[in-house]
């Protein structure tokens, strides 16, 4: 059966957008540094409506209070089909002790000891579905 390629796109509503992110783990993250445009790819929880990740001391500093684009997705790579979600916020470096026990324990072991936590507060959602020619 030949692959179908995406022809048309339909925008996801909010709500289908929130829910891409809490089924995948794992997404890239967007920021700026050293005045350069850097993407990293990292894993992910939702916790209470904010994303949160896991990062190495370098990165935290980096982050702290940048404006940063999230994006997950699950595009097929045989079919080019499927979702795409891009979240944009600001990253907040989590130090309160009773917040990092609370998000440590949604992460599991996507955060390692030496990791600090970081959390993006959404403000803009947007997602896009890559269907096919005759909407399926």
Same mark, same amino acid.
């Given at each position: 059966?030949?692959?179908? $390629? ?19 783990? &794992?997404?890239? +993250?967007? &920021?700026?540094?050293?005045?350069? @445009? ?14 949160? +990740?896991?990062?190495? @001391? ?31 916020? +600001? ?12 998000? $440590? ?18 403000? +803009? ?12």
């Amino acid at each position: 059966m030949p692959a179908h $390629r995406a022809s048309e796109t339909r925008e996801l509503s909010v709500e289908d957008s929130l829910d891409l992110l809490h089924t995948v783990r &794992f997404g890239r +993250i967007a &920021f700026s540094r050293h005045a350069l @445009p850097t993407i990293r790819p990292v894993r992910h929880t939702v916790v209470d409506g904010c994303i949160v +990740i896991a990062a190495d @001391p370098a990165m935290i500093r980096t982050l702290h209070r940048q404006v940063v684009a999230y994006e997950v997705d699950t595009i097929d790579h045989h079919t080019s089909l499927g979702r795409c979600v891009i979240i944009t916020g +600001i990253a907040d470096t989590v130090t309160d002790q009773q917040e990092l026990a609370h998000y $440590r324990v949604h992460l599991r072991s996507e955060a390692g000891p030496d990791n600090q936590l970081i959390v993006i507060d959404p403000d +803009i959602i947007t997602g896009i579905e890559y269907i096919g020619g005759n909407g399926a």
